[in-house]
């Protein structure tokens, strides 16, 4: 490319602002030593008046993005409206058109990522979406390059901070669920409805992207466990929403953190599968991940045992991600699968059976998790 990649940015909301700030104020830093600059080819937003009233130039604002999708001078759409549509219309759109798009979307990428995945790979536009799990995290391209030489047996990991904040509050403050939710969503850290988050369906929408990069496959997310068993043999409440503060004091005598972990296992038939309560023990690294934090951890062979922490959420750590998916696009690295065959179907994850499991005074059987 000789001239500069032409971005286009759909939603200047957390994430979205602080992208555009970027590229607005500091293009040298994404400017390639051998390669094209970046350039601002506009922003589509809800609120003209808002956006503008936070100091992006009236030029290039919009509030029709399909127009920004269409136009034939945009290289590369930027999508960060969030949920499910307009967003995975105008993703495919964009795809279709052979123009390469930036996500942080783990919604569509986990509802929709097989069909957008066909799309891609029939134009030949790349597809990015690093910045879907783990905020600024970076863990899809070590994954998909620096760790393509290995088998992937496992991704589990905490990739979910409204949930994390919770737990570690209760466990630190000796406070009930329902009062820490209040004070989270006070701070910001929960939305108003908070359902997205506490039932694990966030960090199961987060699950499937990571197993599509360890394991070759796109699972179905319905398929994917969130409610730890009972004593009983039913199942109980989805997520965090069953777990008390009772549970986590017993859990804390015994040496264990309660956490919210994702976790994906290849398994003879396909990858087992589940976002569950666990008990992990106080000194491991899960056990010390409190607060927003994310931790999430890939076992592989040859390699072993690596994990990657850091700032799961929040605009300028997503903002990373982002901008360095972009950068990716200059260089002409494709899309976020890199090399990977072609996975266009999705299947349901097999059950995750634990090994050891903790027995809570609630009646919930907590995997266990050493």
Known sequence: MKGPLRVAVLGAGTVGREVVRAILERPESLRLADGPGVVLAGVAVRDLGRAIAGGIPESLLTDAPAHLVAAPETDVIVELMGGDEPARTLIAAALANGTSVVTANKHVMAHHGPALEAIARRTGAALRFEASVGGGIPVLGPIAHELAANRIDAVRGIVNGTTNFILSAMASDGRAYGDVLADAQRAGYAEADPRGDVEGDDAANKLVVLARQAFGR????????????????????????????????????????????????????????????SAVTLASALGRTD????????????????????????????????????????????????????TTSLEDALDLAADETFDAPSGARYPVIR
């Open 218 to 277: 796109w699972l179905s997310v319905g398929s994917i466990g969130r409610a730890p068993s009972l004593a009983s043999g039913e199942l109980g409440l989805p997520g965090i929403t069953g777990v008390t503060i009772e549970d986590i004091a017993a859990a804390a005598a015994r040496g264990f953190a309660i956490k919210l972990v994702a976790q994906a296992v290849r398994a003879q038939n396909g990858v087992a599968a589940a976002v569950v309560p």
């Open 291 to 342: 607060g927003v934090l994310n931790r999430i951890e890939v076992d592989g062979v040859p390699v072993g045992r690596v994990a990657f922490a850091g700032p799961g959420a929040g605009g300028a750590a997503t903002s990373s991600a982002v901008l360095g998916d972009i950068i990716a696009i200059a260089r002409g690295a494709g899309s976020s699968w890199a090399g990977r065959s072609a």
